[in-house]
């Protein structure tokens, strides 16, 4: 991208006032979370129970298990026993870029470095899945064992749910090579959205719901759990599917696994999928994603709405994200990607949306 593309490109997230107010909203809604989730009624909306005052926000010994924390991380990334993945080429193959006509406020929340490095250490590419990923599994376990503490044994509820979010991390880790391809990687630039996002977001808004039943413990039978389990597979078989069906396309479009289905050529070369997963709904990762999510609320019953918060809030963040993603293809592909949008009509929902 020239400096002259950078200045005009479309502005994301409603632009500075838009993220201005991400910027209060996000650390204030995360704060409000973990408030709520501790309180009796745990009110998702209104105001929390109660604020904690200053010394009950700070402490040393926090804040040094922090450290060893990111300490540890960052020893197991350099670790030299390790396979080095070739990323794809990045839209700032030309490197010179300059701070024209910038926003810092803007800059500041999508961040102007696309891939800041420290030699071979990549800053967001170690943070997209490491610290915050695995440090949310750790909150769930740290949570799961309190429970079992407190009450004698975990409940069925906290297994499903600590069950079910570390499939969900490990599959991330598993398949790790695949978050190259990914719009984070590839687009974002490392600023506080993914800085954020990644460190303190994902760990502590994702573990909302073994939070919540820590505190509002709730009663599942047998069957219910094995119904939650159903929608859980559903969802993780749709979500597996199709992100290896296109990461196998995209590497290599002749393995047997996908080289017969339909495609359509585009002016760059590559193709596009408009039969098996992708010719369902133009995001079948995310609609395998949000059945996920409704199957890790579930286990919270229905009296609060605090647990559904990771399903309605990554909803909107699905739906956002594949706008954005449209806008993108729209602009690498013209055409081919009109008619893929006539051939396959719905976006993530099949006859919804
Ligand atoms: P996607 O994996 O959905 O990738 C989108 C890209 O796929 C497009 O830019 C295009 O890139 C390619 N593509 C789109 N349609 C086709 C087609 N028909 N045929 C071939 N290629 C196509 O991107 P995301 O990074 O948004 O999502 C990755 C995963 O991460 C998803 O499963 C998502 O649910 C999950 N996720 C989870 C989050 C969480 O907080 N839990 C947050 C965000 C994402 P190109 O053509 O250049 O290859």
Redesign the pocket.
Known sequence: MTPREASQAPLEFGGPLGVTAMLLLLPATMFHLLLAARSGPARLLGPPAYLPGLEELWSPRVLLLLFIWLGLQVALYLLPARKVAEG?ELKDKNRLRYPINGNHIYDFFLGRELNPRLGSFDFKYFCELRPGLIGWVVINLALLMREAELRGSPSLAMWLVNGFQLL?VGD?LWYEE??L??????HDGFGFMLAF?DLAW?PFT?SLQAQFLLYHPQPLGMPMALLICLIKAIGYYI?RG??SQ??T??KNPSDPSVAGLE??P?A?G?????SGW??MV??P??L???IM?LAWSLPCGVSHLLPYFYLLY?TA??VH??AR?EQ??LR??GRAWQE?CQR?PYRILPYVY
């Open positions: 794809l969900y991330a695949s978050v391809t990914t719009m984070d990687i590839i996002g994902v994702y979500f199709a992100n296109k990461n396309f995209r495609t359509i585009t760059t590559r193709q596009l999928l408009v992708w010719g133009r995001h990762n995310y395998g994603d949000l999510a990554f963040l699905l994200r594949e993603d993108q293809c690498k592909y893929y396959v």
